[in-house]
Nanobody, 128 residues
Framework: QLQLVESGGGLVQPGGSLRLSCAASRFTLDYYAIGWFRQAPGKEREGVSC????????NYADSVKGRFTISRDNAKNTVYLQMNSLAAEDTAVYYCAADRLPSWGAQCGTARFRYEYWGQGTQVTVSS
C-alpha cells in the first residue's frame, strides 16, 4: 500500500511560520506530482500548491502566493511546504497527495480529481 505521511503541523501565532513535510513510503515520489491541500471546518478541501516531478512546474493558490513555498527532495522522498506570514484563515487540516505524471516535465495541477493517493493530514492552527 502506497503511503504518504504529513508532519510539521501545530499551533503558531499570527505572522509565524511552519514547515510541513510529506514523506512517502513504499514508493518513490520521482514519478509523481505532489499537491498540498487544506480543509478548514465547514469548508471544502481546497488546493494550496503543487509541484511537478522535476520541481520546475509549481503552482500556488492566490491566497498563499508570496507566503508559501513548495519544494521537493527526491533523494529524501519528501516534499515540503514552507508557510510564512501565517494568518488565522490558514487554519486547517493540511493534506498532501500524489498524482502520477507521465513525463518528467509534465505540469502539475491542484484539482483534487487528479490525485490518487492521500495522506491522513496534519492540523495547522494559527491563533494568538
Amino acid at each position: 500500500q502506497l503511503q504518504l505521511v504529513e508532519s510539521g503541523g501545530g499551533l503558531v501565532q499570527p505572522g509565524g511560520s511552519l514547515r510541513l513535510s510529506c514523506a512517502a513510503s513504499r514508493f518513490t515520489l520521482d514519478y509523481y506530482a505532489i499537491g498540498w491541500f487544506r480543509q478548514a471546518p465547514g469548508k471544502e478541501r481546497e488546493g494550496v500548491s503543487c509541484i511537478g516531478r522535476s520541481g520546475v512546474s509549481i503552482n500556488y493558490a492566490d491566497s498563499v502566493k508570496g507566503r508559501f513555498t513548495i519544494s521537493r527532495d527526491n533523494a529524501k522522498n519528501t516534499v515540503y511546504l514552507q508557510m510564512n506570514s501565517l494568518a488565522a484563515e490558514d487554519t486547517a487540516v493540511y493534506y498532501c497527495a500524489a498524482d502520477r505524471l507521465p513525463s518528467w516535465g509534465a505540469q502539475c495541477g491542484t484539482a483534487r480529481f487528479r490525485y490518487e493517493y492521500w495522506g491522513q493530514g496534519t492540523q495547522v492552527t494559527v491563533s494568538s
